[in-house]
Protein backbone atom coordinates (compact mmCIF):
# COMPACT_ATOMS: atom_id res chain seq x y z
CA UNK A 1 0.00 0.00 0.00
CA UNK A 2 3.14 2.19 0.39
CA UNK A 3 4.17 1.74 -3.09
CA UNK A 4 0.55 2.35 -4.27
CA UNK A 5 0.62 5.83 -1.97
CA UNK A 6 3.84 6.80 -3.52
CA UNK A 7 2.47 6.17 -6.96
CA UNK A 8 -0.37 8.58 -6.09
CA UNK A 9 1.95 11.19 -4.69
CA UNK A 10 3.76 11.05 -8.05
CA UNK A 11 0.72 11.73 -10.37
CA UNK A 12 -0.13 14.79 -7.80
CA UNK A 13 2.83 16.10 -8.08
CA UNK A 14 2.78 16.12 -12.29
CA UNK A 15 -0.08 17.74 -11.59
CA UNK A 16 0.70 20.20 -9.75
CA UNK A 17 3.65 21.48 -11.21
CA UNK A 18 1.96 21.04 -14.93
CA UNK A 19 -1.28 23.52 -14.04
CA UNK A 20 1.21 25.78 -11.99
CA UNK A 21 3.44 26.15 -14.85
CA UNK A 22 0.45 26.68 -17.16
CA UNK A 23 -1.34 29.13 -15.16
CA UNK A 24 2.19 31.47 -14.79
CA UNK A 25 2.64 31.05 -18.87
CA UNK A 26 -1.18 32.25 -19.63
CA UNK A 27 -0.79 35.16 -16.80
CA UNK A 28 -0.62 38.58 -18.45
CA UNK A 29 -1.51 42.38 -17.58
CA UNK A 30 -4.65 42.45 -19.24
CA UNK A 31 -4.43 46.20 -18.51
CA UNK A 32 -1.51 46.83 -20.43
CA UNK A 33 -2.95 44.25 -23.20
CA UNK A 34 -6.22 46.04 -23.51
CA UNK A 35 -4.29 49.29 -23.72
CA UNK A 36 -1.79 47.95 -26.85
CA UNK A 37 -5.04 46.95 -28.93
CA UNK A 38 -6.51 50.29 -28.08
CA UNK A 39 -3.22 52.05 -29.16
CA UNK A 40 -3.29 50.48 -32.17
CA UNK A 41 -6.74 51.65 -33.21
CA UNK A 42 -6.16 55.29 -32.45
CA UNK A 43 -3.18 55.18 -34.30
CA UNK A 44 -2.96 53.02 -37.73
CA UNK A 45 -5.97 50.21 -37.24
CA UNK A 46 -3.54 47.67 -38.60
CA UNK A 47 -5.54 44.62 -38.31
CA UNK A 48 -2.88 42.31 -39.30
CA UNK A 49 -0.70 43.68 -36.60
CA UNK A 50 -3.83 43.04 -34.12
CA UNK A 51 -3.14 39.26 -34.72
CA UNK A 52 0.25 39.38 -34.17
CA UNK A 53 -0.47 40.89 -31.21
CA UNK A 54 -2.83 38.31 -29.78
CA UNK A 55 -0.43 35.58 -31.48
CA UNK A 56 2.49 35.98 -29.54
CA UNK A 57 0.59 36.89 -26.39
CA UNK A 58 0.07 33.59 -24.04
CA UNK A 59 -3.52 32.89 -22.38
CA UNK A 60 -7.12 32.97 -22.65
CA UNK A 61 -7.42 36.72 -23.20
CA UNK A 62 -5.41 37.19 -26.22
CA UNK A 63 -7.56 34.13 -28.18
CA UNK A 64 -10.93 35.24 -27.31
CA UNK A 65 -9.38 39.23 -28.31
CA UNK A 66 -8.17 37.71 -31.70
CA UNK A 67 -11.54 35.38 -32.06
CA UNK A 68 -13.35 38.98 -31.62
CA UNK A 69 -11.20 40.50 -34.27
CA UNK A 70 -11.66 37.89 -36.89
CA UNK A 71 -15.17 38.48 -36.95
CA UNK A 72 -15.52 42.04 -36.63
CA UNK A 73 -18.07 41.93 -38.75
CA UNK A 74 -20.66 40.19 -37.17
CA UNK A 75 -23.62 42.11 -35.16
CA UNK A 76 -23.13 42.58 -31.33
CA UNK A 77 -25.51 39.81 -30.54
CA UNK A 78 -23.61 36.98 -32.41
CA UNK A 79 -20.61 38.73 -31.74
CA UNK A 80 -20.95 38.17 -27.97
CA UNK A 81 -22.56 34.59 -28.02
CA UNK A 82 -19.25 34.01 -29.80
CA UNK A 83 -17.47 35.38 -27.17
CA UNK A 84 -19.38 33.56 -24.34
CA UNK A 85 -18.87 30.39 -26.56
CA UNK A 86 -14.98 31.37 -26.13
CA UNK A 87 -14.88 31.93 -22.79
CA UNK A 88 -16.66 27.95 -21.67
CA UNK A 89 -14.28 26.54 -23.41
CA UNK A 90 -11.10 28.62 -22.09
CA UNK A 91 -12.48 27.59 -17.99
CA UNK A 92 -12.91 24.32 -19.31
CA UNK A 93 -9.02 24.34 -20.54
CA UNK A 94 -8.19 26.27 -17.29
CA UNK A 95 -9.69 23.46 -14.89
CA UNK A 96 -8.74 20.48 -17.01
CA UNK A 97 -6.63 17.84 -14.57
CA UNK A 98 -7.76 19.82 -11.52
CA UNK A 99 -10.10 17.21 -10.60
CA UNK A 100 -7.55 14.75 -10.82
CA UNK A 101 -5.39 16.79 -8.08
CA UNK A 102 -8.34 16.95 -5.80
CA UNK A 103 -9.34 12.72 -6.03
CA UNK A 104 -5.71 12.16 -4.99
CA UNK A 105 -6.52 14.66 -1.78
CA UNK A 106 -9.24 12.83 -1.27
CA UNK A 107 -8.42 9.04 -1.81
CA UNK A 108 -5.23 9.40 -0.27
CA UNK A 109 -6.53 9.29 3.47
CA UNK A 110 -8.40 6.15 1.96
CA UNK A 111 -5.71 4.34 1.00
CA UNK A 112 -3.88 4.87 4.53
CA UNK A 113 -7.09 3.89 5.98
CA UNK A 114 -7.18 0.75 4.16
CA UNK A 115 -3.21 -0.10 4.60
CA UNK A 116 -4.02 0.43 8.52
CA UNK A 117 -6.99 -2.36 7.92
CA UNK A 118 -4.74 -4.59 6.75
CA UNK A 119 -2.09 -4.07 9.16
CA UNK A 120 -4.85 -5.03 11.76
CA UNK A 121 -5.71 -8.26 9.68
CA UNK A 122 -2.23 -9.27 9.61
CA UNK A 123 -1.96 -9.21 13.82
CA UNK A 124 -5.37 -10.85 14.46
CA UNK A 125 -3.92 -13.53 12.07
CA UNK A 126 -0.94 -13.47 13.67
CA UNK A 127 -2.66 -13.85 17.23
CA UNK A 128 -4.95 -16.53 15.24
CA UNK A 129 -2.42 -18.67 14.38
CA UNK A 130 -0.50 -18.47 17.33
CA UNK A 131 -2.71 -18.62 19.59
CA UNK A 132 -1.97 -17.56 23.40
CA UNK A 133 2.10 -17.47 22.49
CA UNK A 134 1.96 -14.68 20.00
CA UNK A 135 5.07 -12.82 19.81
CA UNK A 136 5.39 -9.13 20.57
CA UNK A 137 7.02 -8.98 17.33
CA UNK A 138 3.94 -9.89 14.99
CA UNK A 139 2.07 -7.36 17.10
CA UNK A 140 4.43 -4.53 16.73
CA UNK A 141 4.74 -5.47 13.19
CA UNK A 142 1.04 -5.17 11.85
CA UNK A 143 1.00 -2.11 14.35
CA UNK A 144 3.60 -0.30 12.47
CA UNK A 145 2.42 -1.44 9.37
CA UNK A 146 -0.86 0.18 9.81
CA UNK A 147 0.58 3.40 11.26
CA UNK A 148 3.07 3.55 8.52
CA UNK A 149 0.48 3.72 5.86
CA UNK A 150 -1.86 6.01 7.72
CA UNK A 151 0.95 8.66 8.43
CA UNK A 152 1.96 8.17 4.14
CA UNK A 153 -1.81 9.11 3.33
CA UNK A 154 -2.59 12.27 5.54
CA UNK A 155 1.29 13.24 4.65
CA UNK A 156 0.03 13.88 0.77
CA UNK A 157 -3.75 14.28 1.14
CA UNK A 158 -2.79 17.50 3.03
CA UNK A 159 -0.50 19.30 0.43
CA UNK A 160 -2.83 17.85 -1.95
CA UNK A 161 -5.52 19.73 -0.19
CA UNK A 162 -3.12 22.93 -0.18
CA UNK A 163 -2.15 22.84 -3.60
CA UNK A 164 -5.82 21.93 -4.92
CA UNK A 165 -7.33 25.35 -3.47
CA UNK A 166 -4.56 27.33 -4.53
CA UNK A 167 -5.03 26.33 -8.16
CA UNK A 168 -8.55 26.38 -7.76
CA UNK A 169 -7.62 30.20 -6.42
CA UNK A 170 -5.24 31.13 -9.18
CA UNK A 171 -8.10 29.74 -12.09
CA UNK A 172 -10.84 31.92 -10.42
CA UNK A 173 -8.55 34.76 -11.10
CA UNK A 174 -7.83 33.64 -14.70
CA UNK A 175 -11.11 33.19 -14.87
CA UNK A 176 -12.50 36.87 -13.72
CA UNK A 177 -10.06 38.03 -15.67
CA UNK A 178 -12.21 36.52 -18.89
CA UNK A 179 -15.05 37.64 -17.54
CA UNK A 180 -14.24 41.26 -17.04
CA UNK A 181 -12.37 41.21 -20.52
CA UNK A 182 -14.98 39.37 -22.20
CA UNK A 183 -17.53 42.46 -22.32
CA UNK A 184 -14.23 45.13 -22.79
CA UNK A 185 -13.42 43.05 -25.63
CA UNK A 186 -17.13 43.24 -26.84
CA UNK A 187 -16.92 47.22 -26.31
CA UNK A 188 -13.97 47.55 -28.62
CA UNK A 189 -14.99 45.58 -31.56
CA UNK A 190 -18.49 46.83 -31.76
CA UNK A 191 -18.16 50.31 -30.81
CA UNK A 192 -14.01 51.86 -30.77
CA UNK A 193 -12.92 49.43 -33.75
CA UNK A 194 -13.52 51.54 -37.23
CA UNK A 195 -15.72 49.34 -39.88
CA UNK A 196 -13.28 47.50 -42.54
CA UNK A 197 -13.33 48.70 -46.27
CA UNK A 198 -15.42 45.34 -46.93
CA UNK A 199 -18.32 46.61 -44.69
CA UNK A 200 -18.16 50.19 -46.46
CA UNK A 201 -18.33 48.79 -49.58
CA UNK A 202 -21.39 47.05 -48.76
CA UNK A 203 -23.04 49.83 -47.71
CA UNK A 204 -22.14 51.82 -50.16
CA UNK A 205 -23.43 49.31 -52.91
CA UNK A 206 -26.68 49.14 -51.05
CA UNK A 207 -27.34 52.75 -51.05
CA UNK A 208 -26.61 52.45 -54.42
CA UNK A 209 -29.62 49.57 -55.52
CA UNK A 210 -31.99 51.51 -53.45
CA UNK A 211 -31.38 54.27 -55.55
Known sequence: MV????LVSAVAATVFLERLLNYRRIQINTTEFIAGIRANLKNNYNVVELVAICDATPGPVARMTKAAILNRELSREVLRELLNDNKRIEVARLEKRLNMLGTVAQIAPLLGLLGTVLGFIRIFRGVWQEGNWVLAKTLAAGVWEGLVCMAFGLAIAIPCYIAFNYLVGRKDDLGADIDRIS?????????????SKSKSVRRTSAKAVVK
Not at 3 to 6: K, P, S, T
Open 183 to 195: SEILSIITVELPP
Open 3 to 6: WVLL
